[in-house]
């Protein structure tokens, strides 16, 4: 749990409200009244600008409003809805697991467990494959802020437990969820059989990489987008269940930890360091060199600032084997980088499934 920034949630708590908008707006014309009956001429005409401003955030947010009503009605969840914490978590479940593990998918970033749509799809027929959606994506509800990896950890087992699936599971995720299955396995070794890790985020990457502003302008990108929506400017996704402002307030708040103070917070209960696995098999899946991060190392000041950055992100990548002494990695195809697993879907399920049969022969 992040110590600071208390101020900072309260308001990403407030902005994932998707009726928010219309106190505020109601607040708004309600200050231009006050002006317009201070008397002087020039309150007034500020009064009067301040009145049309505010029924124009009213009109912005109704129709958000109006956005996230169709987006709900459109369609009942495709999975269960399980109740973790006094919230509703997303659970889509299918296949025949046999005697073998179950598949829990989690993509990237802040994504809802549907990114991971045609993985599951092709794993289920092999074996049961499940989906979850964190807290404020997907189909579940928004949840507590802030949004951390420890908490997030916690509750990826307690939706599954609560949808009554089977363990043990084999757990694959993505970047920023490969981060994540990690911490759930550190923190529940006996529902775990396996890991797969692809391309996980090595939070060395976070504390000493050069300056990067990607993420921080990602976090900057996911709260004006909260702002936008929530006085009714949508645009691209933003339709349907994605117009709702919590999914950004949520990866806002789990982003916060991506920097070196964030991570300096909750490092103890993040990271997930060496040994901290046992003899856990843990296949590790990565790309054998920098491509698509290219424009990373072009912010190298010369040849061997580049050559140095390199070293370090390819060092980095490697970093998950020393957590389990059971551990091993694949390269993907020649040619992918980061986002292979929409790349290459065959081939990331072809890796899981090795891995599955693998457990099934050691515990018959």
Known sequence: MRRNGRVADALLASLSRDWAGVPVAVLVVGVGVGLVGGGAGWLVALGCLVVTVGVVLAVG?????VLVGRGAGAGGAPGRLVGVGGRRMHVLAEGVAGDGPTVVWMPGGHAPGEEFGQLHAMMAARTRSVL??????GWSDVGPFPRTTAAEA???????????ERAPYVFVGHSFGGLLVANAARRRPDVVAGLVLLDPTPLEVIAFAPPNRLVAG?????????VRHLFGVHRGRGRGRDSRTGQY???????AEL?????AEVGWETVVYDGDLG???LVLVIPRDLTGGETVLAAAGDAAEAERMARFYLGARTRYLAASTASRVVHTPTGTGHDFPTEEP??????????VSELRTLSP
């Open 259 to 263: 920097s070196p103070v964030g991570l």
């Open 132 to 137: 979850v959606d964190r807290f404020g994506s």
């Open 279 to 281: 003899d856990l098999p």
């Open 346 to 355: 065959g081939f990331v399920v072809g890796v899981v499934s090795d891995l």
């Open 249 to 255: 307030c949520a990866a806002a708040s789990i982003f």
């Open 61 to 65: 947010a109704v129709r958000h409003l």
């Open 218 to 226: 990602m976090r900057r990108e996911f709260l004006l987008t909260a």
């Open 154 to 164: 916690e509750e990826l087992v307690a939706a599954l437990e609560a949808a009554g």
